[in-house]
């Protein structure tokens, strides 16, 4: 198994360095427009990637929903609101409820009418929140499920009494001002916020398309596209999540075994992060001495850290990425230690590091 011994000595010693552009936030996001991005039309029913190049279509619903707001769970699921009611495989959703789709059903996330919202109001804004994991909403319109005003740029809890997490009128916001996405980063725990209007949070100025990022004490800037179209705005904010190294600190290396005369089998040490749920293995033909041809062999092991194949080629190489729900991690360091580069034909986006 001469290409075994060959695999081995690539050096499948995964790294995770910084592959964005300085201030390129990557995040997931819908329009509520068709949208003219990076040179690309977004339709409200496109979810939609910021990556650190550009901006790509990741899924698309069924048209012509129009996504009123979304957030993309860590196993790969989303969950959303509509504009207007909808059928969905035989059932009909209402902007005031929150959907989960998994790539192929539909199913009641959050049930609008149980909890006493009013059948006008739209749920413009969702995410799952980092100190709890209970789901936080924002509602389009004032309301007042429990005798306490709701207004369209607060965010609350609604299994927790309607809470507030965030109330708009303790920093002066204009009651025009309606937010229209909201979701934490993962890195910093920092609310992100996005507006549908020019306004004003305290001392900054923000404007429609733009994510404004609040610590606790000041709000910044957080991601803005110069040239985001006049008169569009976001329907929905999901940050993305780093994907880590394979293996981890301590975990196993990559191997190679022969199962039959025919079949051999990848083995490798997990991912170094929580947030990966599945990995991709790629091979390439390692005789041209040039280490950058590598092509998915899989873009998914369902989440095992194995992989069965047919036998490969003698002069055959193989890295194996780490992978979130939309993004893969590094690919490895060469000899000379510089990060090896990601396939031409890559699974998923590679992402900044995930590791220390």
């Keep these: 198994m001469r290409y075994a011994t060959k695999a081995l000595l690539l050096g499948f010693l995964a790294a995770c360095i910084a592959v964005s552009p300085a201030n390129a936030q990557e995040y997931l996001f819908a329009v509520d427009v068709p949208s003219d991005l990076g040179g690309s039309t977004f339709t409200p029913w496109s979810l939609a990637d910021r990556t650190a190049t550009g901006y790509v279509e990741s899924a698309a619903l069924p048209a012509p929903l129009h996504v009123a707001s979304l957030h993309r769970e860590q196993n790969g699921d989303w969950l959303f609101s509509v504009r207007w009611p909808v059928d969905l495989g035989g059932t009909t959703y209402e902007p005031r409820d929150v959907v989960r789709w998994d790539g192929s059903s539909f199913s009641l996330e959050f049930d609008g009418e149980a909890s006493d919202l009013p059948p006008w109001v739209t749920i413009d804004a969702l995410y799952r929140s980092l100190d709890n994991d ?54 910093s725990g920092n609310l992100l916020l996005a507006f549908d ?37 976001l329907a929905g904010l999901s940050p993305v999540e780093a994907a880590g ?56 092991t369902a989440g095992a850290t194995s992989w069965e194949m047919d036998e490969p080629e003698p002069e055959a190489y193989f890295l194996v990425t780490a992978q979130t729900a939309s993004r893969e991690g590094s690919y490895g360091r060469d000899s000379a230690g510089g990060e090896r580069p990601a396939s031409l034909t890559a699974c998923a986006p590679r992402s900044a590091p995930a590791c220390p």
């Design 134 to 187: 209970e789901l936080v909403l924002s509602v389009d319109s004032p309301v007042e499920p429990n005798g306490d005003l709701l207004a369209p740029a607060d965010l609350f809890q609604p299994f927790d009494g309607f809470s507030k997490v965030f109330e708009a009128k303790a920093f002066d916001i204009a009651p025009e001002l309606n937010l229209v996405a909201a979701t934490m980063d993962p890195e």
């Design 245 to 300: 190294e394979t293996p981890s600190a301590g975990g196993g290396m990559l191997r190679l075994e022969r199962l039959t005369p025919t079949r051999v089998r990848l083995t490798w040490g997990a991912s170094c992060s929580g947030a990966d749920i599945d990995y991709a293995v790629y091979s390439g033909d390692m005789s041209s001495g040039i280490f950058t041809g590598h092509e998915p062999n899989t873009c998914s």
């Design 197 to 233: 209007l020019p306004g004003k949070l305290l001392d900054l100025e923000t404007d429609p398309g733009e994510i404004v990022s609040w610590d606790g004490n000041q709000f910044q800037v957080w991601a803005a596209d110069p040239a985001w179209p006049a008169g569009s705005t």
